[in-house]
């Protein structure tokens, strides 16, 4: 099976959350994961590409999403969104349940990190931001 190239999505409106959401479900799909799990991906995927939209310099990123791999045979979907905003100044206090300086629910960053199996964030202030999120397949 030859590796999936990594497909790279423009993040810039609603519009383009929806189309992450469908490439992401796509490849989730084609790795025969249970629909619960693609629809937990999806989610996660809402809310940190809205993220972008909302908070991004420009309501501007991306989304890079592609499948991986590990050496104990799983694979699954990985997704890394990446804006050049002013990052976030108090990481812990952004991953706590109900903080936000955008007037939503403050669910986002932690909704998303418990929906997936594997969560990172890199940021800091002036250095944008990029989270990547994996979610496996189970084993065939």
């Given at each position: 099976?030859?590796?999936?190239?990594?497909?790279?999505?423009?993040?810039?409106?609603?519009?383009?959350?929806?189309?992450?959401?469908?490439?992401?479900?796509?490849?989730?799909?084609?790795?025969?994961?249970?629909?619960?799990?693609?629809?937990?991906?999806?989610?996660?995927?809402?809310?940190?590409?809205?993220?972008?939209?909302?908070?991004?310099?420009?309501?501007?990123?991306?989304?890079?999403?592609?499948?991986?791999?590990?050496?104990?045979?799983?694979?699954?979907?990985?997704?890394?969104?990446?804006?050049?905003?002013?990052?976030?100044?108090?990481?812990?206090?952004?991953?706590?349940d109900g903080y936000t300086t955008g007037g939503g629910l403050g669910l986002g960053l932690p909704?998303?990190?418990?929906?997936?199996?594997?969560?990172?964030?890199?940021?800091?202030?002036?250095?944008?931001?990029?989270?990547?999120?994996?979610?496996?397949?189970?084993?065939?």
């Amino acid at each position: 099976m030859a590796p999936e190239a990594a497909e790279r999505i423009a993040i810039e409106s609603d519009g383009d959350v929806v189309t992450a959401r469908q490439r992401a479900r796509t490849l989730a799909i084609e790795l025969d994961m249970p629909s619960t799990d693609q629809t937990l991906l999806a989610t996660a995927i809402s809310e940190i590409a809205r993220n972008i939209t909302t908070y991004a310099t420009g309501g501007r990123g991306e989304v890079v999403i592609d499948v991986v791999r590990d050496g104990r045979g799983r694979q699954g979907v990985r997704v890394v969104a990446r804006d050049e905003g002013p990052g976030i100044a108090d990481l812990e206090q952004a991953l706590t349940d109900g903080y936000t300086t955008g007037g939503g629910l403050g669910l986002g960053l932690p909704g998303a990190r418990r929906l997936v199996d594997e969560f990172d964030i890199q940021t800091g202030p002036g250095q944008g931001t990029v989270v990547t999120l994996i979610k496996w397949a189970q084993r065939g």
